[in-house]
């Protein structure tokens, strides 16, 4: 797949100055990212090509590329290219740190393909590394309840520990979540979803976290992509994880606009639509049996299989086996 397609760049930006546009590009990036469009270390579109794809200037792309040069998020690379560093806070991976986790990690996913006998991929890193199970080192989930309930789930069976605190149950109470990272010190790493990035990169700068955003499973992201035919629909429980959907489909492909319905199961009106002209029917985990009461098995409805990607559980578990001093 070529940069541009990976990227997701497409369609005009709003005019005014290059300050104005830096939040609209920085959510490109972290969608394509949360996707899996997009990797750490993936060169990002030419200057001249990004110019094109947003009908802006080149003059006004350097400075947006500069200006995420700044933030930490991408690297300039002379006569290579701009590169996609980071979308959170971290500390800089020594490179003795890197190279031993990358081995244990190989060796732990050698062993499961071997079908050998449970050296859980958590126990290892810790015995290997000399670490002792934490109860200093926590994540705080920032995003909705419902968003908690389906990844959550995933990735303590991954990790094989559970770290997870919700921060809020409602992640746009800003000063809830903020007295909550307050008052719990063991909270070293905000986890964020696509949508509350930005915040959550506040937060973090704000109380010396580090930082990561999700990246979900490729199965997952496919749901998200326009249908190649009639159209998709997306049912949940609650109705914040419906504006959430809706939010997250317009800044992933406007193309797609029209091509997706989307309603929580007590939104009578719109799930008699849905149920009259979607194609195809999916539902969260924790809405899944609500909607297939609803339609009372007049259409199939499938389960949006939900968790994170490989790479989101390597970061986790590296933050958590080399935690450095901050939060204590």
Not at 49 to 76: C, H, K, M, W
Not at 93 to 114: D, G, I, S, Y
Request: proline content about 5%; overall charge positive; some cysteine.
């Amino acid at each position: 797949m070529g940069t541009r397609g990976r990227f997701g760049l497409t369609g005009q930006v709003e005019t005014g100055e290059g300050k104005r546009r830096l939040p609209h590009l920085v959510a490109r990036l972290r969608t394509s990212f949360y996707l899996g469009r997009l990797a750490q270390g993936d060169r990002l579109p030419s200057v001249r090509g990004l110019a094109r794809q947003l009908g802006i200037s080149p003059t006004t792309v350097l400075n947006l590329y500069r200006q995420l040069e700044d933030e930490g998020f991408v690297e300039g690379k002379p006569r290579s290219g701009t590169f996609l560093r980071t979308l959170g806070l971290e500390a800089k991976r020594p490179r003795r740190h890197a190279a031993l986790f990358e081995q244990l990690t190989e060796t732990a996913r050698w062993l499961e393909l071997r079908n050998a006998s449970p050296l859980e991929f958590t126990r290892l890193l810790l015995r290997v590394t000399g670490v002792t199970r934490r109860d200093d080192y926590r994540f705080g989930f920032l995003s909705h309840r419902e968003s908690f309930e389906m990844l959550s789930p995933s990735i303590v069976r991954r990790l094989r520990f559970d770290p997870l605190v919700l921060l809020s149950p409602d992640p746009r109470n800003e000063e809830e979540v903020r007295a909550h990272l307050a008052r719990d010190r063991s909270i070293r790493c905000i986890l964020s979803t696509y949508l509350y990035s930005t915040l959550a990169f506040r937060l973090a700068r704000e109380f010396d976290r580090h930082m990561i955003v999700i990246q979900i499973r490729p199965e997952s992201a496919r749901i998200l992509e326009p249908p190649a035919q009639g159209s998709r629909a997306i049912i949940t429980r609650d109705p914040d994880c419906a504006d959430a959907f809706r939010t997250l489909l317009d800044a992933v492909d406007a193309a797609g606009a029209g091509r997706f319905y989307v309603a929580d199961v007590g939104d009578a009106e719109a799930m008699a639509v849905i149920e009259r002209d979607a194609a195809e029917i999916f539902a969260s985990g924790p809405g899944f049996e609500a909607a297939t009461a609803w339609l009372g098995g007049r259409r199939p409805v499938t389960v949006i299989p939900s968790g994170v990607a490989e790479r989101t559980i390597d970061d986790m578990l590296y933050h958590y086996v080399f935690a450095d001093e901050r939060a204590t």
